[in-house]
Structure formats: structure tokens, C-alpha cells
């Protein structure tokens, strides 16, 4: 059996040991480098808690690629080096699936062109978690008949983005049935500024940050004399890795752009 070759950028953080575990317990996965600034040059097994992993670690994502085979990178850092480390991927004919979040529009069109040009997959999720994917895509049929939502993200405090990826996408997906409506009172103020979150076409996001909690998503809609709520909750990083392995095994039969797991899933 051919293994799929997977390099790992971030291995040290939350999202990147619970991806390393993945792949070294599927069989037909191979762990070939990991990219992490930090151990430039030396062994996944050098950094506390992957003991026995003769994995070769690089600092820069263009001499990994230069000197690995790899089929597929997957990317779990922050939004600036995960932009990097994902066009790299594309240059060298690496198949990329970012769990990484903060990209901007701008970002995923530039995306969007090179795979177009390379004629090669990849996939971007701004949630990996198959419960959360469910969540958005309920929204979505539900803003069909409410036009009135709120989209309420609850992390952890150390997330370095808001509102979050998934929040963002969910925006997106309800934006594209929902009549367009600028939402509360007209004449609504703010007396302090941010009270009522983000506004994206109209629709208000608010992000709570708060140590204890993971990862969580609340929709509610509203109409007359009733709501809805569609909530999502991680307890833990195992909660993505059913989907980080459906996005490895689905972006090496691909060879186009795909931005949310909902196109993949059935
Ligand atoms: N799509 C999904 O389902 C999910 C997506 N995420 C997203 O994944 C990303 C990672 O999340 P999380 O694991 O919680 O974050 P962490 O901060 O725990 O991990 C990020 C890791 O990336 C490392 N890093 C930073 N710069 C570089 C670099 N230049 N090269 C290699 N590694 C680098 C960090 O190292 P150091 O700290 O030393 O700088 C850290 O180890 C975030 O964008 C988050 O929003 C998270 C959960 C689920
Ligand atoms: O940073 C996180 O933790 C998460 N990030 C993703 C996001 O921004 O939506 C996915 C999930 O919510 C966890």
C-alpha cells in the first residue's frame, strides 16, 4: 500500500500534537517532516513529548520542500506563516489542508488562483469538526426563514483571531440565502464601543474569550414570539481530527480549491 507522505507545520501546538498523533496512528499515513521555527534542524522526538519520532524538523517551509517528498501539508499555526507555508505547498506541487484560521478574503483568492494554476487540491477548513460543519450548514437552511440572527463564538483565551474562522464562515453561508437586513433598531447606539459585536452585512458577531472553554458556537435566529438557537460545542482537539483525516484523504483526489468542509462532506 502507497502511504500518503504528510508534513505537519506547528507540531508543537494544541491542534499540531493532536495532528501528529493522527497521522502516526493511520496506517496508510506517512510522517515525513514537521516545520516548527523553534527546532530548526532537529528531531520531532528533541521536543518534550514525542519521544520516539525520527522525524527530520525544519524552520523554513521552502528547504523542507526542497529536500522532502511530500504529498501533503498540513498547516496548523498562525494566519501570516500559514499563508506562507500554503502557496510554498502549492509551488512545490504539495497538496495543502489548513486548519489555520485569520486567512483574508485576499488571501484565499490569491489561494484560489495559484491551485487553479497548479491544477492541484486543496483544502482550507475553517472547522474541522464534523458536529461544526452539521451547525453551519443547519444555519444556513434555517436563515432561509429567519432573517434576524446573531452568531455568538466561544474559545479559549489564548485564540489569537476574531471573530473566529468557523464564525466567519458561518456568516458567509448564511449571507448567501439570507435577505439582506441590517439588524436591532435604526437609531440603535453604541454607548461603549463594541457592544454589539462585529457587523458583517448586517449581522452581528460576538466572541467570548474565557480560560476553561475550547471551542463553541451558538446561532440564534429571531421572529415573532419565538428563536432558534443551532450550537456547536468541542470539548477537545480529538473533536478535529475525524475531519483533518477526511480533508487528507479527500485533497488527494482533488485538484481544484475548496474552502469549507461542508463541500466535501455528503
Ligand atoms: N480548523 C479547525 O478545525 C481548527 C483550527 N484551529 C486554528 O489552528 C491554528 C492553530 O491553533 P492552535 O493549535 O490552538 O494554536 P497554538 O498556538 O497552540 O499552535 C500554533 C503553533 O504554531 C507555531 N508556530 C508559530 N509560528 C510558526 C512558524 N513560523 N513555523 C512553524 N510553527 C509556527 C506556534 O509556536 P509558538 O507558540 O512557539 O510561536 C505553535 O506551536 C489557529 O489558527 C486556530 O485558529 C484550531 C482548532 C481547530
Ligand atoms: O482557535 C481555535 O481553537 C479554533 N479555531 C477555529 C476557528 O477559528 O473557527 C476552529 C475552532 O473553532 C477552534
Redesign the pocket.
Known amino acids: 500500500m502507497k502511504k500518503i507522505k504528510v508534513i505537519i ?10 495532528a501528529v498523533k493522527l497521522v502516526e496512528a493511520t496506517e496508510n499515513y506517512q510522517l515525513v517532516a514537521a ?4 527546532y530548526d534542524g532537529k528531531l520531532l522526538r528533541e521536543i518534550e513529548g514525542f519521544h520516539a519520532l525520527e522525524v527530520p524538523v525544519y ?1 523554513d ?1 521552502e528547504k523542507c520542500l526542497s529536500e522532502i517528498e511530500a504529498d501533503v501539508l498540513i ?8 499563508m ?2 500554503t502557496k510554498t505547498a502549492l509551488w512545490h506541487g504539495v497538496r495543502p489542508v ?5 486567512f483574508s478574503k485576499e488571501d484565499l483568492a490569491e489561494l484560489q488562483a495559484t491551485c487553479e494554476e497548479k491544477e492541484l487540491g486543496c483544502i482550507i ?5 464534523l458536529g ?1 460543519v452539521l451547525m453551519m450548514k443547519f444555519s444556513q437552511m434555517a436563515a432561509k426563514y429567519f432573517k434576524d440572527v446573531e452568531i455568538i463564538e466561544l ?2 483565551d ?4 476574531a471573530p ?3 464564525a466567519v464562515k458561518t456568516a458567509e453561508m448564511i449571507s448567501a440565502v439570507r435577505e439582506q437586513k441590517n439588524q436591532g433598531h435604526p437609531n440603535e447606539k453604541e454607548t461603549m464601543q463594541g457592544a454589539r459585536g462585529a457587523n458583517f452585512e448586517g449581522m452581528h458577531i460576538h466572541s467570548v474569550r474565557l480560560p476553561g472553554l475550547i ?1 463553541h458556537q451558538q446561532v440564534m435566529f429571531g421572529s415573532d414570539g419565538q428563536t432558534l438557537s443551532i450550537r456547536h460545542d ?1 470539548y477537545n ?1 480529538a473533536s ?1 481530527m475525524s ?2 483525516k477526511l480533508a487528507v484523504d479527500t485533497v488527494m483526489k482533488l485538484d481544484t480549491f475548496v474552502y469549507g468542509l461542508e463541500n466535501i462532506i455528503e
Open positions: 507545520a506547528g507540531p508543537r501546538g494544541r491542534m499540531g500534537r493532536e516545520i516548527d521555527y523553534k524552520g517551509v498547516d496548523l499555526t498562525t494566519p501570516e506563516i500559514g506562507h507555508h489548513v486548519g489555520t484560521t485569520g477548513a475553517p472547522n474541522f469538526a461544526a474559545h479559549h489564548q485564540k489569537l483571531d473566529s474562522g468557523t471551542a468541542s482537539r478535529f475531519g483533518v
